[in-house]
T-cell receptor, first 113, second 115 residues
Framework: AQSVTQLGSHVSVSEGALVLLRCNYS??????LFWYVQYPNQGLQLLLK??????LVKGINGFEAEFKKSETSFHLTKPSAHMSDAAEYFC???????????FGKGTRLSVIA | GAVVSQHPSWVICKSGTSVKIECRSL??????MFWYRQFPKQSLMLMAT?????????EQGVEKDKFLINHASLTLSTLTVTSAHPEDSSFYIC???????????FGSGTRLTVV
C-alpha cells in the first residue's frame, strides 16, 4: 500500500526566504504525487501534481516540486516566501491516479515578516 | 475548471439528530466521490468511496450505518451523519474524481459541531 511521510509538522521561514517542505513516498508502482494547500476551515487547493511526465513539476503561486525516484522524494519548494503562503500543506499519493488519495500528516508553514 | 460545491460549510446540531452534507459537481460528472474526515490539526482520513448508482465502500473502522452515503446521480453525493454525537464533530471533505487535469476536485469542507 502506498503512503507518504512529511518531515516536519511545522516549518517557519522569513518572508523572502526559500521554502522547502519535505515529502517522501512509498509505493509499489510508479506513483501519482500531489501537493495541496489548505487554509483554515477551507477545502484543499491543488498546487501541483506529478504523473510521470516531467520530474520537475511547476505549480501555481511559484511553487515547484521535483520527483526523485532514487530518493523516493517529492519535496515542495518556493524560492521566496510570501506572507500569503502561510497555510497547511499536504503531500498525497495515488497508485493509479484513480484510487483515493492517501495524505501525509501535513506541514504547517509559518511566514515571519 | 472542475468545481465541487459542498454544503453546508458549517453546521451545529444537537446530539442525537442527523445531519446531511451535500456535494455537487457543477460542471462535470462525478462517477466516483471520496469522503474524508479531518480532525483539528490532523490529516485527511478516507472514510468511504462511493460510485454512482452503487453502494459505498467504507474504510475499516467507519460505521456504515452511522455515516450513510448516497450517490444517486452523477452530480450529487450526500453524507448523512445519523444520531450524531459530540465525537462526530469534525471537518468533512468530499472529493470527486474527474477526468480533467486536476484528477481530483475537493469540496470546500463542512465543519460539523455536535453539542
Amino acid at each position: 500500500a502506498q503512503s507518504v511521510t512529511q518531515l516536519g509538522s511545522h516549518v517557519s521561514v522569513s518572508e523572502g526566504a526559500l521554502v522547502l517542505l519535505r515529502c517522501n513516498y512509498s509505493s509499489s508502482v510508479p506513483p501519482y504525487l500531489f501537493w495541496y494547500v489548505q487554509y483554515p476551515n477551507q477545502g484543499l487547493q491543488l498546487l501541483l501534481k506529478y504523473t510521470s511526465a516531467a520530474t520537475l513539476v511547476k505549480g501555481i503561486n511559484g511553487f515547484e516540486a521535483e520527483f526523485k525516484k532514487s530518493e523516493t522524494s517529492f519535496h515542495l519548494t518556493k524560492p521566496s516566501a510570501h506572507m500569503s503562503d502561510a497555510a497547511e500543506y499536504f503531500c498525497a499519493v495515488s497508485d493509479t491516479g484513480n484510487t483515493p488519495l492517501v495524505f501525509g500528516k501535513g506541514t504547517r508553514l509559518s511566514v515571519i515578516a | 475548471g472542475a468545481v465541487v460545491s459542498q454544503h453546508p460549510s458549517w453546521v451545529i446540531c444537537k446530539s442525537g439528530t442527523s445531519v446531511k452534507i451535500e456535494c455537487r459537481s457543477l460542471d462535470f460528472q462525478a462517477t466516483t466521490m471520496f469522503w474524508y474526515r479531518q480532525f483539528p490539526k490532523q490529516s485527511l482520513m478516507l472514510m468511504a468511496t462511493s460510485n454512482e448508482g452503487s453502494k459505498a465502500t467504507y474504510e475499516q473502522g467507519v460505521e456504515k450505518d452511522k455515516f450513510l452515503i448516497n450517490h444517486a446521480s452523477l452530480t450529487l453525493s450526500t453524507l448523512t451523519v445519523t444520531s450524531a454525537h459530540p465525537e462526530d464533530s469534525s471537518f468533512y471533505i468530499c472529493s470527486a474524481k474527474n477526468t480533467g487535469l486536476d484528477g481530483y476536485t475537493f469540496g470546500s469542507g463542512t465543519r460539523l459541531t455536535v453539542v
